[in-house]
């Protein structure tokens, strides 16, 4: 079975084609973060204008590419994402599987960030259902259990601003470009990360909920405080000192929340996807965080390039969705 996928929820414009659900036999994505960076964000109107101008273009060298494949279903991200955006992707692909005959499968772009995992060769074992999933983008921060690919139960999320969110606002506050998420990981690793003992959210609740909006406001009243006192010498120190440390709380707030959801539903996997997954830091704090508290877990993290928006995760796991 092999499903064509679209993708265009944010800042990407991404075509796939998938085979079985696991291979990818060809991708296609065009970032546009280059175009938001001066507004340090994605601008919705901006992205979509963008969309319009690229989608045809792609589309068209992208059948061209994948010309004497037989197409089962076209896919696209659909329902989540900035509306303007998401509507570009939606109309070419119902055009596309009118065109071609075969039927439009929109998905849920969140649920298939935890797709990477299947369609990243490096992973031989994948993980065995049921799993406990942890999704962390731009616009969510869920914890969810997985029965099946299509089962699934949300059993914690953010109470306010998602993690990517604040990973990019606090590169921001640090004078750091957008997207804020590689920025913060690359300056961190110059930073002391015990530099500055910002608290980790929720800590002593045990609850499942994510709360970022707290720590994003500390580390604006620390920066906002002891920023312009700093000789210019040092103040790239200061910057590096505090992504380390902000980066550190927020990845420890994940690993404590994961903790509890292990407990809670007595699973043994724990499969991550989105873009915050693309840090490499994430994947050492659970690592060693598992290991300190001696916690049973097999990790799941996809490659880099399967943790951001991409349409070979849209259509790996909606042939999940076809008979
Ligand atoms: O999943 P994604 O590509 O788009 C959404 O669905 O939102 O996630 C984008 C988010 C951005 O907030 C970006 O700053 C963050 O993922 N991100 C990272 C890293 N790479 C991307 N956050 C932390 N560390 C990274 N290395
Ligand atoms: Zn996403």
Redesign the pocket.
């Known amino acids: 079975m092999r499903i064509l996928g679209i993708e265009t ?4 414009t991404s075509f796939a084609l998938v085979e079985n659900g696991t291979t990818v036999l060809a991708e296609v994505t065009m970032s546009q973060v280059a175009k938001h960076a001066p507004y340090g964000g994605v601008v919705p109107e901006l992205g979509a204008r963008e969309h319009v101008k690229n989608i045809e273009k792609l589309g068209t060298n992208f059948m061209t590419a994948i010309k004497g494949y037989d197409i089962d279903a076209v896919a696209v991200a659909s329902k989540v ?1 900035l509306p303007p955006a998401v509507q570009v992707g939606e109309a070419y692909a119902a055009g596309l599987a009118k065109a071609l005959t075969v039927p439009l499968l929109p998905i849920n ?2 649920v298939a ?1 935890i797709w990477g995992v299947w369609i990243d060769k490096e992973f031989e074992t994948k993980p065995t259902f049921p799993f406990l999933g942890l999704i ?5 921060t869920q914890l969810v259990t997985f029965d099946s690919p299509t089962s699934y139960e949300i059993i914690g999320e953010t109470l306010d601003d ?4 604040a ?2 606002k606090v ?1 921001s506050l640090l004078g750091l470009p ?5 920025e ?2 690359r300056i961190a690793e110059t930073g002391d990360s015990l530099a500055v003992p910002f608290p980790i959210p929720l800590e002593k609740e045990d609850s499942l909920q994510f709360s970022f909006a707290g720590l994003k406001t500390a580390v604006r009243t620390h920066v906002e405080k002891e920023l312009a006192q700093q000789h210019e010498t040092y103040k790239k120190y200061f910057i590096a000192d505090v992504a380390a440390s902000f ?1 550190r709380v927020a990845f420890l707030h994940l690993a404590q929340k994961v903790e509890k959801a292990l407990k809670q539903t007595g699973y043994t996997q724990l499969v991550v996807g ?9 994947a050492d704090v659970l690592f060693s965080y598992f290991a300190e508290k001696e916690i049973t877990c097999e990790l799941f993290i996809p490659n ?1 390039k399967y ?3 991409n349409a070979s995760v849209i259509a790996g796991y909606a042939s999940n969705l076809v008979e």
């Open positions: 929820t944010c800042d990407e994402g772009h969140v960030h962390v983008s731009g616009g969510h998602a993690i990517g969110e990973f990019d590169a957008y997207p804020g998420g590689p913060i990981e980066q989105g873009g915050v997954a693309a840090s490499q830091r994430l880099r943790c951001t928006d």
